[in-house]
């Protein structure tokens, strides 16, 4: 039996192991309406680590999305494990980042300068929750600007 290669990287993308992920309240969760025809009718709880780095990961979109959004199925998604092992999305807006070398080079940057903190309800963080999130933010920040400047250089 022959396996092209997309059947390859398909079955081995289903062989690694789900994350669990932290996400937004199911009442304020709202798709763009484009994208009303794939089914979002929920948040996803679980995702699939494309490049995985110490406590960093980055996943695709487990969909071919519709026509007319082909540049979603190129986007990286960037997530940090949490010591109790659930995930956090950390992506920033003002980077963008598709190239594998550049997906794992990113990752390793923030794996060296980013300590995941534990975090307890993210909805009603209580004040050491807060503290937690404001350094881990602050790090983060701080592993985004050492990337960018490494990207300059080149």
């Not at 494309?50 to 540049?71: D, E, T």
Request: proline letters at 10%; zero cysteines.
């Amino acid at each position: 039996m022959k396996i092209t290669r997309k059947q390859l990287k398909r079955l081995i993308n289903e062989a690694m192991n789900p994350v669990p992920v932290r996400t937004q309240n199911i009442e304020d969760y709202d798709p763009p309406a484009g994208l009303a025809s794939v089914s979002l009718g929920r948040p996803r709880d679980t995702e699939t680590p494309v490049v995985r780095v110490g406590n960093f990961f980055a996943s695709s979109l487990p969909y071919k999305p519709p026509r007319g959004y082909g540049n979603l199925k190129k986007k990286k998604y960037f997530y940090m494990v949490l010591p109790d092992g659930s995930s956090i999305r950390i992506d920033q807006p003002d980077i963008v980042i598709n190239k594998r070398n550049l997906v794992k080079q990113y990752l390793t940057i923030l794996d060296n300068n980013v300590t995941p903190l534990p975090l307890g309800d993210l909805y009603n963080p209580t004040p050491e929750d807060t503290q937690n999130i404001k350094i881990m933010q602050r790090q983060v920040r701080s592993a985004i600007e050492m990337f960018k400047q490494t990207q300059t250089m080149q």
